[in-house]
T-cell receptor, first 113, second 113 residues
Framework: DTEVTQTPKHLVMGMTNKKSLKCEQH?????MYWYKQKAKKPPELMFV???????INESVPSRFSPECPNSSLLNLHLHALQPEDSALYLC????????????FGPGTRLTVT | SQELEQSPQSLIVQEGKNLTINCTSS?????LYWYKQKYGEGLIFLMM?????EEKSHEKITAKLDEKKQQSSLHITASQPSHAGIYLC?????????????FGTGTKLQVIP
């Protein structure tokens, strides 16, 4: 199984809502990532987890809260988002944190109204 | 911070033609990745280059790394419609080994049958 899955595929939420994005992999990878991608722009790194511990937070606003409950699962909890947070959210994983290829999920298209 | 400039920004080629995409870094390259993305979808890993002068090929795609020029090129031979998409180079922005990948500006490729 060389797949990273993300749910939901699409999400529309109001600015007062609380929602979560989910990412799962069963490749035994120990590093997992969240990226944000705006239209016609490259992905931007948000968070990196290594061995279920948060190792990089790219100064992301606290309305985004990541969680890594186990080595296969990565969540991104969303609360009080702004319309400018609308984007494609991509999850990725790699074997370890180092110069390894990252496997990406298909992304969650988030719209904040 | 590291910046990766890709050229050209977009490319339209006739099926069967060869093409080259370049990626130039503002800082020393410790590792260089090439990914392909279909609009609104996840990234597909193509190749990773680690050493200066390294060259890798997969099917009709060849990538090279010129460490001295802080540059990488991606060459597609005899292009096909299946090659269409957005090509992104990515580099380790943390000085080596930490998987903090910064992506280039992207090159949009269209292949006309």
């Amino acid at each position: 199984d060389t797949e990273v899955t993300q749910t939901p595929k699409h999400l529309v939420m109001g600015m007062t809502n609380k929602k979560s994005l989910k990412c799962e992999q069963h490749m035994g990878h120990r590093a997992m990532y969240w990226y944000k991608q705006k239209a016609k722009k490259p992905p931007e790194l948000m968070f990196v987890y290594s061995y279920e511990k948060l190792s990089i937070n790219e100064s992301v606003p606290s309305r985004f809260s990541p969680e890594c409950p186990n080595s296969s699962l990565l969540n991104l909890h969303l609360h009080a988002l702004q319309p400018e947070d609308s984007a494609l959210y991509l999850c990725a994983s790699s074997l370890v944190r180092g110069l390894d290829e990252q496997y990406f999920g298909p992304g969650t298209r988030l719209t904040v109204t | 911070s590291q910046e990766l400039e890709q050229s050209p920004q977009s490319l339209i080629v006739q099926e069967g033609k060869n093409l080259t995409i370049n990626c130039t870094s503002s800082k020393t390259l410790y590792g260089l990745y090439w990914y392909k993305q279909k609009y609104g979808e996840g990234l597909i890993f193509l190749m990773m280059l680690q050493k200066g002068g390294e060259e890798k090929s997969h099917e009709k795609i060849t990538a090279k790394l010129d460490e001295k020029k802080q540059q990488s090129s991606l060459h597609i031979t005899a292009s096909q419609p299946s090659h269409a998409g957005i090509y992104l180079c990515g580099a380790d922005a943390s000085g080596g080994g930490y998987q903090k990948v910064t992506f280039g500006t992207g090159t949009k490729l269209q292949v006309i049958p």
